[in-house]
């Protein structure tokens, strides 16, 4: 069935550091590929997304790109913020209709 | 240990029909209680949040209402469905306050509903 993995957190780094957060999934043909964040105390809020392979999406400074030979999409970003501190889910859409989230990793930036 | 269930998994009704869903957390005491929508190739879309019994806010116009009879139980309605409000819905809960070290929000399995 479909599913996903997700790097394990939490992930702690420091102000201007580069940051990776692995994501690789299963399913059925090419789905679109999400990733979410939640930030403290809030709902969840989309991130970034790609629709189809090679696609790269972005957005605040986050990219991810959709790899079909590798089924990854990984997040990563050039030089976090403390306010990048939250926590991030991957996300494909499932053959079932459906989202499929990853378990999250926390991010903490520290200044 | 905390659980959230949702039912019905899969729903397929016809357009003017009557809408549903329920979903129950178990394991936690006052929670702050969330919809969320799913539309194919699309973001997911927070429709309703309660901080407490009776007590909903609602984050986008629309057909589509939601309850909180009980501390743990938060239901989505409709009195007539459209062919638009086709879609993954997602429950789910955090705790009260939440804090930078338990932000997690949980969520349930979900209900894919078809409006035909």
């Known amino acids: 069935g479909d599913s996903v993995t997700q790097m394990e957190g939490p992930v702690t780094l420091s102000e201007e550091a580069f940051l990776t957060i692995n994501c690789t999934y299963t399913?059925?043909?090419?789905?679109?590929l999400f990733w979410y964040v939640q930030y403290p105390g809030e709902g969840l809020q989309l991130l970034l997304k790609?629709?189809?392979?090679?696609d790269k999406g972005s957005n605040k400074g986050f990219e991810a790109t959709y790899r079909k030979e590798t089924t990854s999409f990984h997040l990563e970003k050039g030089s976090v913020q403390v306010s990048d501190s939250a926590v991030y889910f991957c996300?494909?859409?499932?053959?079932?209709?459906?989202?499929?989230f990853g378990k999250g990793t926390k991010l903490s930036v520290k200044p | 240990s905390q659980t959230i269930h949702q039912w019905p998994a899969t729903l397929v009704q016809p357009v003017g029909s009557p809408l549903s869903l329920e979903c129950t957390v178990e394991?936690?005491?006052?929670?702050?209680l969330y919809w969320y929508r799913q539309a194919a190739g699309r973001g997911l879309q927070l429709l309703f949040y309660?901080?407490?019994?009776?007590?909903i806010s609602s984050e986008v116009p629309q057909n589509l209402s939601a309850s909180r009879p009980q501390d743990r139980q938060f239901i989505l309605s409709s009195k007539k469905l459209l062919l638009s409000d086709s879609g993954f819905y997602l429950c789910?809960?955090?705790?009260?306050?939440?804090?930078?070290?338990?932000?997690?929000?949980?969520f349930g399995p979900g209900t894919r509903l078809l409006v035909l």
């Open positions: 309660s901080v407490g019994i009776g007590q």
């Open positions: 789910a809960w955090t705790r009260q306050g939440g804090s930078p070290d338990n932000p997690f929000q949980y």
């Open positions: 399913a059925t043909g090419y789905p679109s």
């Open positions: 394991g936690t005491s006052n929670p702050n």
């Open positions: 996300a494909p859409w499932g053959s079932q209709g459906n989202l499929i």
């Open positions: 790609a629709t189809k392979a090679d």
